[in-house]
């Protein structure tokens, strides 16, 4: 059976008015159409960040802007506080450790959110000497929401940088990227954007282009300087950009905001509860508590008994529901339900009834209906 | 008026047919139907650039995959001979300067080829210590076609790696990546592939993996191993990749198979042929000579007394066509007729008419129609 219903935390499911925009004849990238739609997605993109900040886009997944985040604003021997509570807050270090970035590794715990008395006292102790702090906004790999805010707070130093991956969260959660104080934040086309993957992208504030000037870290690519001078200058991208995600990026972009932003936050967060009521009526157990979830996914230990591959190729190949498994330490232990972009709370409570069927064939003691009927009522209640 | 006729250097015509196979509904990249999908890929892609080699993909432009290249073989103070006779070989020479990498540039003339004698003598001179020669096969900002086997021919050390930028040459060339005994080459979607920009192709000789394990040049993004370890273990991409432009290029690369390597090459030959003399037959000047023209791109002299950029506007916006201009020193000089991918003989006639009509409308002394009917009459006398 194919892939009906894509419950992953990215990639996400992407409508087909939206692949008809992406799929009309490419153009030049160096003509006045191209600038135009550039000039649009930068624009628009600025609101949905609510930033005054430069935007840039850059042909790379997620990944990729996570590390030209690092290379622009740092030299070697920088030291950056690195806030670790999952597979993503992970990489951000390992990227600046590549580049001999000074790292200093705080790890949280996975599934739980930030101590922030253990991280002010990190902050306070390096004082001006810390240029930098990375953090994932939702950790993907644990559901995880991080406090932007009150990290961003707890700085001491007009010098250290913050640096935000966005990736999962930006559209779906609130994220005010100038009233935070957030240097740098990045993320992917192929999650709330709804898109598919290839696009990134990327913010800097008046400081963290400052840094840009000043980073010694060796980078072509993603030297943001060159995209800067692009734009500035032409309009244009350095490099031939992906022109159909743009011109997916301004038909999305358009949509959420004629949606309103605040309308689609609060989708998510309503889908994102319906699903955590649900899993709870079912009996099974959530990873996290509800004050640090996301709301883009939702991880769920693997009941005991269950072999998780046996049910996802279940869920799979009988029902065409496709979840996600477990990151990093959590393999093995975790399932996790994306709903993030064009999810609708119908399109949950048909995964919800698949996942039911499928731990009821697998011998899991649960009557079915019950999770189903738990998020029916969330929503008919909330309506 | 729209753009009808995109006749540039890339980005080119995509085909309806490759944009509904693109238009597919997304899937999981962990999952086992992406796992199919990237070993037709790369063993097809194997095919295509006769190799042994091992073939990663990266979401990036082609310029991605220059600095992929530069940063997984070679080490800081590494000495690397940077062959430079247009805009895309200073690329490479510039990252490789940003990593610290000893540049030897030799610059050839912009529009010719190299002077192998003096290419054997820096090769002699530098002996073991080479560890590398950059240099691009189609030089797209001059049309000149890079004579990669004999550049290869004159390494006297096993220690120096060849890297070959074959963004706008791959599938309209011939390029035997094994007997030429190229270490490195790559290539981007939307050239002679025919799809939108976005994917970049890249295959590493058992040589240059090697290399790979030995370089200290910080990389994440870039870092080859990775990517091995992820096909080797699992037949996966470490970071999210662009779906549609991985089932799009399946599409292209068994057309390509089916309709014959070879018999392309030939095609794109022909057609740079049928170009050449049309615009002689108009009397306008070509930049190269015949021996050194590559098949895909013809640079053209903006013939005296034509404001180019008014040129470029009266093909545009009265006839969608849309030529490119020149790039670096030639900007404002030339201008570039493309034809790679799915052009066909009576495309680039209507390029060439509308062509001949506007240099007339601008004054030029030209009978209209000599260009047309020199194409035609080579055509016809060929077939």
């Given amino acids: 059976m194919e892939t009906k219903y894509l419950a992953l935390p990215g990639p996400t499911y992407v409508e087909p008015d939206v692949l008809l925009e992406m799929s009309k004849p490419i153009f030049n990238h160096r003509n006045s159409k191209f600038k135009e739609l550039l000039i649009d997605v930068t624009e628009k ?74 991280i002010k006292e990190i902050i306070n102790e390096h004082g001006d000497s810390l240029k930098g702090i990375t953090i994932v906004h939702c950790e993907t790999s644990t559901g995880v929401l991080n406090d932007i805010k009150s990290i961003s707070e707890l700085r001491v130093s007009e010098d250290t940088l913050l640096l935000v991956d966005g990736i999962s969260s930006i559209g779906a959660e609130s994220v005010e990227t100038d009233q935070w104080g957030i240097d740098v934040i990045l993320t992917g086309s192929q999650k709330v954007l709804a898109l598919p993957p290839g696009l990134a992208i990327i913010a800097f504030s008046h400081k963290a282009l400052l840094a840009c000037e000043n980073s010694k870290l060796p980078k072509y690519y993603w030297d943001i300087k060159t995209y800067r001078k692009f734009y500035k200058e032409k309009k244009e991208t350095p490099y031939t950009p992906a022109i159909p995600l743009y011109t997916g990026l301004l038909k999305q972009l358009k ?16 889908i994102s509860n319906m699903v955590r009521t649900a899993i709870r009526a079912m009996g099974l157990e959530l990873l996290n508590d509800d004050h640090v979830s996301a709301n883009t996914v939702t991880p769920i230990l693997v009941p005991e008994g269950i072999d998780l591959k046996e049910m996802r190729t279940i869920l799979l190949k009988k029902y065409g529901v496709d979840v996600a498994g477990g990151q990093g330490k959590l393999e093995g232990q975790i399932f996790r339900i994306g709903h993030l972009g064009n999810v609708e709370p119908l399109f949950v409570i048909s995964v919800l009834a698949a996942l039911e069927m499928t731990l009821k064939e697998l011998g899991h003691p649960l009557e079915i209906g019950t999770g189903v009927k738990a998020a029916q009522e969330f929503w008919f209640d909330g309506k």
Avoid at 255 to 270: Q, R, T
Wanted: aromatic share 10%.
């Fill in 255 to 270: 949509e959420l905001e004629s949606k309103g932003f605040e309308k689609e936050i609060e989708k998510h967060k309503n």
């Fill in 45 to 118: 993109t600025k609101k949905l960040l609510m930033t005054e900040n430069e935007v840039f886009f850059l042909t790379s997944s997620g990944t990729g802007a996570m590390e030209c985040a690092v290379v622009n604003c740092f030299s070697r021997g920088d030291k950056v506080l690195a806030l670790i509570n999952g597979s993503f807050g992970q990489r951000f270090a390992d990227i600046a450790k590549q580049y001999e970035v000074e790292v200093i590794e705080h790890h949280g715990t996975w599934g739980k959110g930030f101590d922030q008395e253990k």
